[in-house]
């Protein structure tokens, strides 16, 4: 049975814009020893821009440019629309629909003019990051914590796309209280090492996973479960539903995802980190009335 002080509870944090889905999941917040948080969208806005687009030296730069985003057109990806956006700013539309697929986690693969085309992070492409474009500028890209994207074509890598997600402006705050409570605060991100360091620092999170393939969340949540005892999962994509649904708290954005929401324990209607922290101490206090 549901203790009157939890119902008080769950109706004042509808009001203050968290949505708990039973008082059982507004209990098992204060338990929580660490917290695992998706990157895209959940610490960022998730609405990266392009801030460098780089091309090969014999390769036409506006021709690369309207195959990309032809290309990307068929994607919704966050980093997908970014690119559709810059090329269209560029003055480039997409007319062509080539037909593509998308491998998660890593890119698209493409056919436009009988050529195979492929975009995506290192891995997909088939490089080493640091060795790509002799002058070090993909290297500078990871140091500023930025995404980058490469396309290769029949010749080799034809142009690096450099895209910067920003940090939602209650992030670091909402991560710092999570500390002063007593829980770890862990990105997930399928970004390379060097990017994800740099936006770890800028968060203020204790630790992150780099490289972090969609279909290996739910395998990190549960070492991360093994390691802590009860750990949360916040998240916003379809991706992140499997480990929203292995968490001691499933959390999702209120701008998540249609799977998301429903999987999810607990829903921040208003996207704001820190209402987390909030609903914590209101759990903590709450345990010991009942205690
Ligand atoms: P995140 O962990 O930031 O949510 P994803 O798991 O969705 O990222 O993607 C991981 C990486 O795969 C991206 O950083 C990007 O390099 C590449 N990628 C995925 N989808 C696309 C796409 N449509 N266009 C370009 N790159 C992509
Ligand atoms: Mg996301």
């Known amino acids: 049975s549901i203790m009157p002080a939890t119902l008080a509870a769950v109706s004042n ?11 059982v ?6 338990s929580l020893k660490a917290i695992a948080f998706d990157k895209t969208g959940t610490l960022t806005t998730g609405k990266p821009v392009v801030t460098d687009f780089h091309v090969r030296e014999d390769a036409d730069s506006d021709k690369t440019l309207a ?10 990806h966050p980093l997908a629309m970014a690119i559709v956006a810059y090329a269209e700013e560029q003055g480039i ?6 037909q593509i697929e998308d491998v998660p986690g890593y890119g698209l693969r493409a056919t436009v003019d009988n050529e195979e085309i492929l975009i995506g ?21 990871f140091v500023e914590g930025k995404t980058v994207v490469f396309m290769k074509d029949t010749k080799g890598i034809v142009a690096a796309i450099a895209l910067k997600d920003t940090l939602r402006p209650e992030a670091v705050s909402a991560i710092k209280d999570l500390s002063n409570l007593g829980i770890r605060s862990i990105m997930l991100t399928g970004d390379n090492e060097q990017t994800a360091s740099a936006i770890a620092t800028e968060a203020g999170l204790d ?19 093994s390691e802590y005892g009860s750990v949360g999962m916040v998240g916003d994509g379809i991706n992140d539903a499997p480990a929203l649904a ?3 708290s499933g959390i999702a954005m209120g701008d998540g995802t249609d799977v998301a929401l429903e999987t999810a324990d607990v829903i921040l209607m ?4 820190t209402r987390i922290p909030y609903a914590v101490k209101v759990s903590k206090k709450m345990q010991r009335i009942v205690k």
Do not use: W
């Open 270 to 273: 208003k996207n704001d980190l």
């Open 93 to 98: 539309f997409a007319r062509e629909s080539p």
């Open 246 to 248: 292995t968490a001691t």
């Open 121 to 141: 992070n290192p891995r997909f492409v088939g490089i080493e990051e640091t060795t790509v474009f002799s002058d070090g500028i993909v290297q500078r890209f």
């Open 67 to 76: 195959i990309l985003s032809s290309i990307e057109a068929q994607s919704n």
């Open 207 to 225: 630790r992150y996973v780099s490289e972090c393939l969609p279909e290996m969340k739910v395998q990190r949540l549960k070492e991360l479960m």
């Open 25 to 30: 999941h507004l209990e098992e917040l204060g």
């Open 13 to 23: 944090g509808a009001k203050r814009g968290i949505l708990f889905k039973g008082g």
